[in-house]
């Protein structure tokens, strides 16, 4: 008898960052590595044992050039998103079809003059604050339900914030 086995999709785990300023306003930056103009929340892998609250911190300090947050709320569950079939081969060395995120809702403390795009390894050319309603029609395609996910998810606390 034959063992038929179910080809599993392997995801790259990681985090996201939601960014509100005093306005409830969300930090996005433009993509770096895009021919096209492309913007998006930070995020970014999990390195070995690191927790995602840990990676969250690192990667607001490596693309955002800032950890001077509260953190608000944590998303209920993983997110999941696939990259184009065209993607995979560049990305990752083709080992995932997409990534697995933990989602971090942040207060920003600091002053917009204290936000340092331009770290060791630059992931963004610009930046800019926005409604975070309108992230679904500013994202890359491809990440379009996460970001109506995670509107669905943390609108509501963004609203209630004093």
Do not use: C, H
Not at 13 to 33: A, C, E, S, Y
Not at 53 to 78: H, P
Not at 86 to 96: A, M, V
Not at 108 to 136: H, R, S
Request: overall charge negative.
């Amino acid at each position: 008898m034959m063992t038929k086995f179910l080809s599993r999709k392997k995801y790259r785990p990681g985090v996201g960052i939601i960014l509100l300023n005093q306005k409830k306003q969300v930090f996005i930056g433009q993509r770096v590595d895009s021919v096209v103009e492309t913007w998006q929340m930070p995020q970014g892998g999990i390195d070995g044992e690191e927790a995602p609250l840990e990676a969250a911190l690192r990667e607001l300090m490596e693309e955002v050039g800032t950890d001077d947050v509260e953190l608000i709320q944590t998303s209920t569950k993983w997110y999941y998103y696939d990259l184009p079939t065209e993607l995979q081969p560049i990305l990752w060395d083709n080992q995932y079809v997409g990534q697995k995120q933990k989602w971090f809702l942040f207060k920003y403390l600091g002053a917009d003059t204290e936000i340092n795009i331009k770290t060791k390894q630059p992931e963004f050319i610009a930046w800019k604050w926005t409604e975070f309603a309108d992230l679904p029609n500013i994202i890359v395609y491809f990440k379009k339900q996460l970001y109506l996910d995670l509107v669905e998810e943390f609108e509501s606390t963004i609203k209630n914030l004093a």
